[in-house]
């Protein structure tokens, strides 16, 4: 454990998040290690990245050791800590008191980077909703999630929401039988390309196919309802949250999700939310999202200029530009893989293009406070 002196220089200025990657059940992570700039990246079931967390990860058909999940932090001394180490030390500089009143040490959200590999999908299967969380499993979050696609390989696809309404006893039949194609079926199928956004609402039944890396900011929970489990490291049971099939069944969505509703409002289209000479910022999230997260995504070109008064956040880097951000704190560099947790106390501060191309950088924010 890290000293307090050490913790407290980490204060008023951007923090860097350290890798946080572990073995999933199904394969990936080889966009997922280029993203984060590793040596020899493959798809080696090392699919998922947990960028900002204070949620243990459980995964079935696997360790799962008591820190497994929690986000590290990088002191400026270079020592690496769990994170939630440094919001229990200084709550109100790094998390606010607001924010600590009510969710305590925990940040609230999650976000994370997951990569479906060559040959591997995630499994048909849903989340449940807050309601439906704290009702069965104890817990106030379900998992409402959005999508930032920021890699794919070539055929990449998804599955989002029933075409028509499914009868819950001819998805059982499909459901025991295994057959992933007649489920599949009856989704709606979608070819997300680099820098779409998807913002899906818990119970909608959905998959995703091979070729994918995606950027989730979501509820802080791992519930994962898996309809499908031939071929994978866990059985028939374990995919049910502990649950029980018949209870597991009553958390998904059986009704239609309208075309309308899926290219209007799941896949969602960026509204410029603010705009500077030098850069502007993008709303990625209906204001729905906002009582679970919210996400933007800044475009600089030279110079855009970030308020201090938004709380605590996580600032992303994506594609090849490169920037510093300035303030208060003297300059610290950012880059794509360079992922940075900016504190509630932290105060305004500039972020500056050094690239030659544009900088871009999503932000992920925890649940707006009433």
């Known amino acids: 454990?890290?000293?307090?002196?050490?913790?407290?220089?980490?204060?008023?200025?951007?923090?860097?998040?350290?890798?946080?990657?572990?073995?999933?059940?199904?394969?990936?992570?080889?966009?997922?290690?280029?993203?984060?700039?590793?040596?020899?990246?493959?798809?080696?079931?090392?699919?998922?990245?947990?960028?900002?967390?204070?949620?243990?990860?459980?995964?079935?058909?696997?360790?799962?050791?008591?820190?497994?999940?929690?986000?590290?932090?990088?002191?400026?001394?270079?020592?690496?800590?769990?994170?939630?180490?440094?919001?229990?030390?200084?709550?109100?500089?790094?998390?606010?008191?607001?924010?600590?009143?009510?969710?305590?040490?925990?940040?609230?959200?999650?976000?994370?980077?997951?990569?479906?590999?060559?040959?591997?999908?995630?499994?048909?299967?849903?989340?449940?909703?807050p309601e439906f969380a704290q009702k069965h499993l104890n817990n106030p979050n379900g998992k409402n999630e959005a999508w930032v696609v920021i890699g794919t390989r070539p055929g990449a696809k998804a599955w989002v929401g029933w075409k028509e309404d499914v009868d819950p006893k001819e998805f059982r039949k499909w459901m025991d039988a295994q057959?992933?194609?007649?489920?599949?079926?009856?989704?709606?199928?979608?070819?997300?390309?680099?820098?779409?956004?998807?913002?899906?609402?818990?119970?909608?039944?959905?998959?995703?196919?091979?070729?994918?890396?995606?950027?989730?900011?979501?509820?802080?929970?791992?519930?994962?309802?898996?309809?499908?489990?031939?071929?994978f490291?866990?059985?028939?049971?374990?995919?049910?949250?502990?649950?029980?099939?018949d209870v597991a069944m009553e958390a998904a969505d059986f009704s239609a999700m309208p075309l309308d509703y899926l290219n209007d409002y799941v896949m969602r289209t960026p509204q410029v939310a603010r705009q500077e000479p030098g850069g502007k910022e993008l709303d990625l999230v209906p204001p729905e999202a906002h009582q679970f997260f919210n996400v933007q995504r800044l475009i600089v070109e030279k110079k855009l200029s970030m308020p201090g008064d938004r709380g605590f956040y996580c600032a992303i880097p994506v594609g090849d530009g490169q920037g510093k951000m300035v303030g208060a704190f003297g300059e610290v560099p950012i880059k794509r893989s360079r992922h940075v947790f900016i504190p509630a106390g932290m105060g305004p501060y500039d972020i500056v293009n050094t690239g030659t191309g544009p900088l871009e950088v999503i932000c992920c924010y925890p649940p707006k406070l009433d």
């Open 1 to 129: 454990m890290a000293t307090t002196e050490a913790m407290k220089q980490a204060l008023g200025r951007p923090i860097y998040l350290a890798p946080n990657t572990y073995l999933h059940f199904y394969n990936g992570g080889k966009l997922r290690a280029q993203f984060m700039g590793e040596p020899d990246p493959k798809d080696d079931f090392r699919s998922e990245e947990w960028i900002l967390s204070t949620n243990r990860a459980i995964t079935p058909g696997r360790d799962n050791p008591p820190d497994k999940g929690f986000s590290r932090a990088e002191l400026p001394n270079g020592e690496v800590i769990v994170l939630q180490e440094l919001l229990e030390a200084f709550p109100a500089e790094t998390l606010g008191r607001k924010h600590h009143d009510k969710f305590g040490p925990n940040l609230g959200i999650l976000v994370k980077i997951f990569d479906v590999g060559d040959d591997a999908h995630i499994p048909v299967h849903w989340h449940p909703s």
């Open 179 to 231: 057959d992933v194609d007649a489920m599949r079926a009856h989704l709606h199928e979608i070819d997300p390309k680099v820098g779409d956004v998807i913002f899906l609402r818990d119970s909608y039944v959905h998959s995703l196919g091979s070729g994918l890396c995606i950027l989730e900011p979501q509820e802080p929970t791992d519930w994962n309802i898996l309809a499908e489990w031939e071929g």
């Open 233 to 245: 490291p866990y059985g028939r049971e374990d995919g049910t949250c502990g649950l029980g099939w």
